[in-house]
């Protein structure tokens, strides 16, 4: 978990460096490549989202918390292995 949270982090201060914020055509290239990998509300798009990013521009810390989850076995069911 730690490890995923830090590659979060290295984004996040990436994507909100002033390199990246001030460039417009930066922005939507980095939503775009990130897009494939989202599941997200269908009215969400690569326009809202370089506006969320804008609005952030500011931010300078993020707080991550865990909830508990059940743990997801990656072994076949029993009747499999026979």
Known sequence: MENQQR?????????????????????????????PYLDVDE???AESV???AVGMRDVREATFT???????STRPPPEARR
């Open 66 to 72: 865990c909830s508990p989850c059940l743990a997801v």
């Open 43 to 45: 009215a969400l798009n």
């Open 7 to 35: 590659v979060v982090r290295a984004i996040i201060e990436r994507f909100l460096s002033a390199e990246t914020l001030s460039n417009p055509q930066r922005i939507h290239s980095v939503v775009e490549g990130m897009t």
């Open 50 to 52: 370089a506006g969320y």
